[in-house]
């Protein structure tokens, strides 16, 4: 349902103020809600994110570059793939989260990594990233990513924990989507002329990641609107973050 709700919103008439008008309307209740709208409008001035939007992940790569080649995996994702289950279709009885959601911590990396070196990537490039600390650091300290803190050990229990949450309620997952139909709208309005649907999924699937990450991170086994916040606060850090001191 969420690609087809990305489909909605990405067809959707609204305007920008209408958008976040019907934002803070439904959800400018819950404390953080409207400080984080204002930064989500910031966006549209940031060069970094007009980039990211137009990077094309099928265009990147050396020619003959394929990252199957890569023999090793980071923990994480080996970790991801045993205790995660890989049915296509994400519900709260299947688990709303994938080995393929854990992945897009490298998707954005690797767009990032690719903006800052100016040049197409090759394969070690990619296992540059593939084994930095980066991803596990976006997982598990969340919005002390870019701390001073030690990177945290991978486990199996962290993975198991975050293939069986639900969401708390349907607040929590509507604001999700409300706040990726908000980066859609401004890069309509902004930035018109392409299909930016790919990246808004992307985006969607990668910040309820984060969101899932912060509540197995509180102990909890329910996604809430609170570790929605926390999953937007950590994409716009991360774009704005220097990749290049991680790898």
């Known amino acids: 349902m969420g690609f087809i709700n990305n489909i909605i919103g990405f067809l959707s008439n609204d305007t920008k103020e209408e958008k976040v008008e019907k934002l803070l309307s439904n959800f400018g209740d819950i404390g953080g809600v409207a400080e984080l709208v204002d930064l989500t409008l910031e966006l549209e001035h ?3 994110y007009k980039d990211l939007t137009y990077v094309d992940l099928d ?3 050396e020619p003959g570059v394929d990252t199957s080649e890569i023999e090793e995996i980071p923990p994480f994702v080996k970790y991801a793939a045993e205790n995660m289950s890989n049915f296509p279709l994400r519900t709260s009885v299947t688990g709303l989260l994938g080995p393929k959601d854990v992945l897009l911590n490298l998707v954005f990396l690797d767009s990032l990594y690719f903006l800052r070196v100016g040049r197409k990537l090759t394969l070690d490039d990619y296992r540059l990233t593939t084994f930095s600390v ?6 598990f300290l969340l919005e002390d990513f870019d701390s001073s803190k030690e990177t945290p050990e991978v486990t199996p229990d962290f993975f198991k924990k975050l293939g069986k949450l639900k969401w708390e309620n349907k607040k929590a997952s509507k604001l999700n ?3 990726s139909n908000l980066r859609l709208n401004i890069m309509l309005n902004t930035w018109p002329g392409k299909d930016f649907t790919p990246i808004s999924v992307n985006e969607q699937a990668a910040t309820q990641l984060w969101a899932g ?5 509180g102990g909890r086994d329910c996604i809430s609107v609170e570790d929605v916040l926390v999953g937007q606060r950590v994409y716009l850090k991360l774009i704005n973050c220097d990749v290049m001191k991680w790898l």
């Open 134 to 139: 980066l991803p596990v650091r976006l997982m």
């Open 59 to 61: 265009e990147i790569n």
């Open 177 to 179: 989507l409300a706040f």
């Open 213 to 217: 990450c912060s509540a197995v991170v």
């Open 46 to 48: 940031s060069s970094v």
